[in-house]
């Protein structure tokens, strides 16, 4: 089992960084494959990012591509995700999540695992 606690979010203007950080509590962290999610007000939760249970294989979403980086550090049992170039449309909660021996799927039902969420909030 895992817990996962979220932090980093905050408000930024559009064109604006942030990084966000997820650490995992629990045994066996390199044996789980991590994810970002996010859901706005009123809409399904998009996936975001996911990274392999190495660090070599990284995955995104078509809307952020190019514009936010998925890293993780087994040694420190952390996730982070830096999203650059933020735009209004990316705002939403972001949730951390874990899939046991997972290889980084899109499908939010893989993950046994989620965190409470962080907001993020790009102004225009």
């Known amino acids: 089992q895992v817990q996962l606690v979220e932090s980093g979010g905050g408000l930024v203007q559009a064109g604006g960084s942030l990084k966000l950080s997820c650490a995992a509590s629990g045994r066996a962290f390199s044996s789980y494959a991590m994810a970002w999610f996010r859901q706005a007000p009123g809409k399904e939760r998009v996936f975001v990012a996911a990274?392999?249970?190495?660090?070599?294989?990284?995955y995104y979403g078509d809307s952020v591509k190019g514009r936010f980086t998925i890293s993780r550090d087994n040694a420190k049992n952390t996730v982070t995700l830096q999203m650059n170039s933020l735009k209004p449309e990316d705002t939403a909660i972001y949730y951390c999540a874990a899939d046991w021996w997972g290889s980084g799927s899109s499908d939010p039902s893989r993950y046994e695992y989620r965190g409470q969420g962080t907001q993020v909030t790009v102004s225009s």
């Open positions: 990274i392999g249970r190495s660090d070599s294989s990284t």
